[in-house]
């Protein structure tokens, strides 16, 4: 499995995973929006950036799903990165989501100077909390009320990783 920057003809594919409720799933449809975001934030800047980004997940010739990330302050001049994950309704329960996971922690803390990665996902979506805690992320506790979805207001899980936590080689690797 690889994490490969967005291409044009991945675009169809991040609207349908935003833009379909059968495809979202359950706790990540948010109601429709803007069908063309991808494509303008795409071309402005490929998806990528100094507040965040996102990456195709790919396992051989297959889009399996993506990942992303954003800024998210910690502190008067401190922030961390927040993760995202979505992944076709064909490619979940395999194991997929812990692995991307694990990949894009890699890239971050190689490639940026944060000291601390976080996730949340909704208290009852007990198999993205498996695979954050597969992926080595910590839970922290439970933020109540904070997103809303499907008319009410959801509490979210809170899972963290530190780079102490992560031992990368000279490369930039995890080694352990």
């Not at 979505?86 to 100077?113: D, K, M, N, S």
């Not at 208290?123 to 109540?144: D, K, M, P, Y």
Request: with cysteine; charged share 20%.
């Amino acid at each position: 499995m690889t994490l490969q920057p967005v291409a044009e003809d991945d675009l169809s594919f991040l609207e349908r995973m935003t833009n379909d409720p059968a495809t979202t799933g359950q706790h990540e449809w948010h109601g429709w929006s803007d069908p063309g975001t991808w494509r303008r934030a795409w071309a402005e800047a490929g998806l990528l950036g100094e507040n965040g980004g996102v990456l195709m997940v790919v396992h051989g010739a297959d889009r399996v799903g993506n990942v992303s990330w954003r800024k998210t302050p910690t502190g008067a001049r401190c922030y961390c990165w927040s993760l995202g994950i979505g992944l076709a309704p064909e490619f979940r329960g395999r194991g997929y989501g812990a692995a991307a996971q694990r990949l894009l922690v890699r890239y971050l803390f190689a490639h940026t100077q944060v000291n601390r990665i976080q996730a949340e996902t909704e208290i009852t979506n007990i198999a993205e909390q498996r695979a954050l805690e597969n992926a080595g992320f910590t839970r922290e506790g439970v933020l109540r009320g904070a997103a809303f979805r499907a008319g009410r207001w959801h509490d979210l899980a809170l899972y963290s990783m530190l780079r102490a936590e992560v031992e990368l080689d000279a490369e930039g690797l995890i080694s352990t």
